[in-house]
């Protein structure tokens, strides 16, 4: 079971704005960079973001990262039908031995 | 080009074992973390476990410690991952990924096409 929390789905318009929001810890989030990744059906995750909020090259602007505290948001403007995916954060967690975890995902609709 | 391809996947028995593969090139694979994360049919993703450049540390997800182990061949710039006792719920698709690690910094730049094992009777 994730201890990074995520909104099942969220949606919107073409052209609106999404954010997605990743709820950890002091022992993840709050202590560490989070990373982003997309993933349509069927294929491969790509990385999105990292270290809070850069962007690998390729990666349009209209895709931001920020942290505050214990929490992540993703943001997305300018929404396009291509944008229709599951988007995952994670980060490292020190509990315990240390482990990597991914966040519960998000499924993001375009209307 | 940075390219990891994975090999291993298939049926196996509960309680039975299996290692997988995974073969880098492009890049120097001795210089970089490496993973193994996997997503179970129509679920999310899950780490299974990383490995340091030298081998010296390796980190493990609660539920695969003491049955699945990580291991690296620099000189082959190859991954592995030997799962042994493995149950239903290690069925899944097994990613390959080329890491970025720095103090409190950790993420997976790069992905294999996954191989896919199936643990059923």
């Known amino acids: 079971q994730s201890v990074l929390t995520q909104p099942p789905s969220v949606s919107a318009a073409p052209g609106q704005k999404v954010t997605i929001s990743c709820s950890g810890s002091s022992s993840n989030i709050g202590n560490n960079y989070v990373s982003w990744y997309q993933q349509f059906p069927g294929t491969v995750p790509k990385l999105l973001i990292y270290d809070n909020n850069k962007r690998p090259s390729g990666i349009p602007d209209r895709f931001s990262g920020s942290k505050s505290g214990t929490s992540a948001t993703l943001g997305i403007t300018g929404l396009q039908t291509g944008d229709e995916a599951e988007y995952y954060c994670?980060?490292?967690?020190?509990?315990?031995?240390?482990?990597?975890?991914f966040g519960t995902g998000t499924k993001v609709t375009v209307l | 080009e940075v390219q990891l391809v994975e090999s291993g996947g298939g049926l196996v028995q509960p309680g039975g074992s299996l290692r997988l593969s995974c073969a880098a090139s492009?890049?120097?694979?001795?210089?970089?973390?490496m993973s193994w994360v996997r997503q179970a049919p129509g679920k999310g993703l899950e780490w299974v476990a990383n490995i340091k450049q030298d081998g010296s540390l390796r980190y493990y997800v609660a539920s695969v410690r003491g049955r699945f182990t990580i291991s690296r061949d620099d000189a082959k710039n190859s991954l592995y991952l030997q799962m042994n006792s493995l149950r239903a719920d290690d069925t899944a698709v097994y990613y390959c990924s080329r890491d970025v690690q720095d103090r409190y910094k950790y993420h997976f730049e790069y992905w294999g096409q996954g191989t896919l094992v199936t643990v059923s009777s």
């Open positions: 994670g980060t490292w967690d020190d509990s315990l031995s240390g482990f990597y975890v």
């Open positions: 492009g890049f120097t694979f001795s210089n970089y973390w």
